[in-house]
C-alpha cells in the first residue's frame, strides 16, 4: 500500500516547485517595484512644480533657444534631476 501523500506529491510536484519559486521571485522584486513608484510619484510632482515656476518666471528667450526644448521638456528634465538618487 503506498502513501496517499507521496503519489499525490509525486503527479504535483513539478506545479507546486514552479508556484514556490513564482512566490520567492514576486517576493524578491516586491521593494524594486515599490521604489519605482515612489520614483514616478515624485517625477509627476516635481514636473508639476517646475512647470508652473517655469510659467510664472520669465526663464528668457536665450535658454529656450540655447536648449532648443520646449518649457515642458524643460519641466520634465527638472522633475528627473530632482528625483535621481
Known amino acids: 500500500m503506498t502513501n496517499i501523500f507521496y503519489v499525490w506529491w509525486k503527479n ?9 519559486f513564482l512566490i520567492l521571485l514576486g517576493l524578491f522584486f516586491s521593494p524594486v517595484i515599490e521604489e519605482a513608484k515612489y520614483k514616478n510619484t515624485c517625477i509627476k510632482l516635481s514636473e508639476k ?15 529656450l533657444k ?19 538618487k
Open 12 to 20: 504535483h510536484r513539478r506545479v507546486i516547485t514552479f508556484g514556490g
Open 66 to 84: 540655447e536648449t532648443g526644448l520646449t518649457i515642458t521638456e524643460l519641466a520634465k528634465i527638472e522633475g528627473y534631476k530632482n528625483c535621481a
Open 49 to 63: 512644480g517646475a512647470l508652473n515656476k517655469f510659467n510664472v518666471d520669465d526663464i528668457g528667450e536665450t535658454l
